[in-house]
């Protein structure tokens, strides 16, 4: 028995306003009924048709724009329509910063109960709206995703393989790209060849349902400094193959300084639990932010956008004061980035990471720099902060933490309540959660001042850097 059809719900002249999670935009009908919209930007007025009804708001597709906003823009990649990675590309650079801006607003004086005025300074934008990340996965697919005017207009199409971006919250899909704009333009090339190359040589590409492959996924890493580091993730491990492809990519690309591979026959795609091999060049690439030359592995997590890691942690240091005779913690430290970072302006600093591998990364780049007042400490932050750790290691002047999207337990709040350091650096990449924290620790702390740094243009992220000082 087939399904009943259900007429979907159109509404119609629905004013776009502002922007929501995932690149959707939030509108309102003259009713006030909120809807969570695809491919709108605020300003525009849309016909739109309800695709699921939830319990505060509708999501909804555009069946008709009436107006366009004026802060519409061009997008300049040809993937846009089909990629998802940049759903902002079609919104003027100052719109995004603005509604960035208000997203966080609204986070502190709704959910952190804040008084606002004064506190929260524009958004520092970009320096690169372009070409910003220093890090892109690229996945190999035996079958490349069709766009739906592709099926629409071009009847039977062979199927081909890809090199690229999964479709947004799919892991089957693959869009083949041709050119993408977050990375340095060698990426391109890199990718694309490689892509060729093994299309010619007969290679087999990635098959998500039987696991079957001998090319699955490379990472593309570059550096300030002019590093390169590519990893290539094969599904067998045949050398005769293996080594057919680093060759070619040895002789092709010599300006990458860290060619390397490993061998994925598992079912999922974590590298973490594998032996990385050197190939050629240095198993690492080297990055330098301010005097601080960190070293970054296969494995190594850093900041994606490095020249805004710079404006962020200077953002830190300003809000921190230092004077030299600081005692510093670092929660959520990751591989040390700002505890390196402030090391040099401070007595002491010791940082806390719940990834063991990036501790490793931590003290290896502590030797690199001769840094020899800073700390570091592997284990959950709820576990390691506490009243022995305190006595350990001496009352905090100031503390800086950079929690996950989550934000801060309720354990580690209590903790930072109760330690009571003069000053808490708090960074965030997700205004809701610090909002709700700040909120927590206003019974003993003062929201000074906040500076929202853009280091993700077309994405609706955000990191923003809030000074917290202790109440009299
Ligand atoms: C937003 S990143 C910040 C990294 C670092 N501050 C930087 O700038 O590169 C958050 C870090 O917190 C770590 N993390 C997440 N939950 C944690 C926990 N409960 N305890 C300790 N570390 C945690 C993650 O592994 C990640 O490295």
């Excluded at 823009?73 to 003027?92: A, D, E, S, V």
């Excluded at 995703?145 to 892991?171: M, Y």
């Excluded at 921190?320 to 600093?349: C, H, M, P, R, W």
């Excluded at 350091?421 to 610090?434: E, F, G, H, L, M």
Aim: glycine share 6%; with cysteine.
């Amino acid at each position: 028995m087939g399904r009943k059809k259900r007429n979907k719900r159109i509404v119609e002249n629905v004013l776009v306003t502002g922007i929501a999670e995932k690149g959707l935009s939030v509108g309102r009908s003259a009713e006030g009924e909120v809807f969570f919209i695809e491919d709108a930007v605020p300003g525009d007025v849309v016909n739109v048709v309800v695709i699921r009804k939830k319990k505060n708001h509708s999501l909804c597709r555009v069946v008709t724009t009436v107006t366009y906003s004026e802060e519409r823009t061009t997008p300049f990649c040809k993937h846009f329509y089909h990629c998802g990675g940049c759903k902002w590309q079609n919104l003027k650079y100052d719109s995004q910063t603005k509604y960035k801006f208000i997203k966080i607003v609204n986070a502190m004086r709704r959910i952190g109960k804040m008084d606002t005025e004064g506190i929260i300074h524009t958004v520092r934008y970009s320096k690169d709206i372009r070409y910003y990340r220093n890090k892109l996965e690229f996945t190999f697919s035996d079958k490349r995703w069709l766009t739906p005017e592709e099926i629409e207009n071009e009847g039977f199409i062979e199927s081909e393989p890809a090199l690229g971006f999964h479709r947004p919250s799919s892991f089957n899909k693959v869009l083949n790209l041709e050119e993408c704009h977050l990375q340095n333009d060698l990426s391109n090339d890199i990718r694309n060849h490689l892509r060729d190359f093994c299309v010619a040589k007969q290679l087999s590409f990635y098959n998500p349902y039987t696991h079957e492959c001998m090319m699955r996924n490379i990472v593309v890493r570059n550096t300030l400094e002019g590093d390169w580091m590519l990893l290539v993730v094969f599904g067998k491990d045949d050398m005769k193959k293996i080594k057919l492809v680093m060759e070619e990519m040895k002789e092709k690309f010599p300006f990458i300084t860290s060619l390397m591979y490993t061998v994925n026959p598992k079912f999922n795609d974590t590298i973490y639990d594998l032996e990385v091999h050197c190939y050629h060049g240095k198993p690492y690439i080297v990055e330098k932010l301010g005097d601080i030359r960190y070293k970054i592995g296969p494995k190594s997590f850093f900041q994606t956008n490095s020249e805004g890691a710079k404006i962020l942690f200077d953002y830190v240091v300003e809000y921190a004061g230092f004077q030299g005779k600081e005692n510093v913690y670092d929660l959520y430290t990751g591989l040390g980035s700002i505890a390196l970072y402030i090391a040099s302006k401070v007595k002491q600093v010791t940082g806390i990471e719940e990834i063991p591998e990036a501790i490793d990364d931590a003290r290896v780049n502590c030797d690199f720099n001769q840094i020899h007042n800073a700390e570091f400490y592997a284990g959950d932050v709820k576990d390691i902060l506490n009243q022995d750790f305190v006595e350990k290691h001496g009352k905090p002047d100031v503390i800086i933490t950079d929690p996950p999207r989550a934000g801060m337990s309720e354990k580690v709040i209590e903790t930072l309540l109760a330690v009571a350091a003069p000053k808490i650096v708090y960074v965030s990449c997700n205004p809701d959660t610090q909002a709700r924290d700040c909120l927590l620790l206003s019974e003993k702390y003062q929201v000074v001042k906040m500076q929202p740094v853009d280091m993700f243009p077309h994405t609706n992220h955000i990191e923003n850097v809030a000074l917290l000082v202790l109440k009299q």
